[in-house]
């Protein structure tokens, strides 16, 4: 499948890994917007959040338990912002379903 991240999992396109096991991965973000910018995404391809279906919504409770500690193993201190873009008028350029997490900046809410 010709999916960026479905290869960065499979090694095939290099990233700055932060954490990695049988069921989700979180690496770095190409292009920072925060001091600490980094992308979890499930091992199973799931295209967005409008994916999600009884059959696959599992991974969401386990990547959202990981989440403080992935937080924590960053550094990031002061809270942190969990963004997932979904669908085009959402900016969503990667078509696997993946939530940003930025931190170690003060963040308003228009973004
Ligand atoms: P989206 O715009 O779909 O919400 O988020 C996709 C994110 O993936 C963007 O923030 C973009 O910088 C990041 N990204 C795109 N290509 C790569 C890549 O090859 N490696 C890494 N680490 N991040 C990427
Ligand atoms: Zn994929």
Redesign the pocket.
């Known amino acids: 499948m010709d999916c ?2 479905c290869n ?1 999992i499979a090694g095939e ?1 290099p ?2 890994k932060l954490y990695e096991d049988e069921k989700i991965l979180a ?7 925060a001091p600490v ?1 980094f ?1 979890v995404i499930p091992k199973e391809h799931i295209q967005s959040v409008d994916e999600i279906t009884p059959e696959n919504s599992a991974i969401l409770s386990y990547i959202f338990e990981k989440i403080g500690f992935l937080a924590e193993k960053a550094g990031i201190e002061g809270g942190y912002r969990v ?3 979904c669908g085009a008028n ?6 696997h379903l ?1 939530f ?1 997490l930025l931190g170690n900046k003060e963040m308003n809410w228009n973004c």
């Open positions: 960026l991240f960065i396109i990233s700055k690496f770095y973000d190409i292009a920072p917007i910018h992308l963004i997932s873009n959402a900016g969503q350029t990667v078509p993946h940003h």
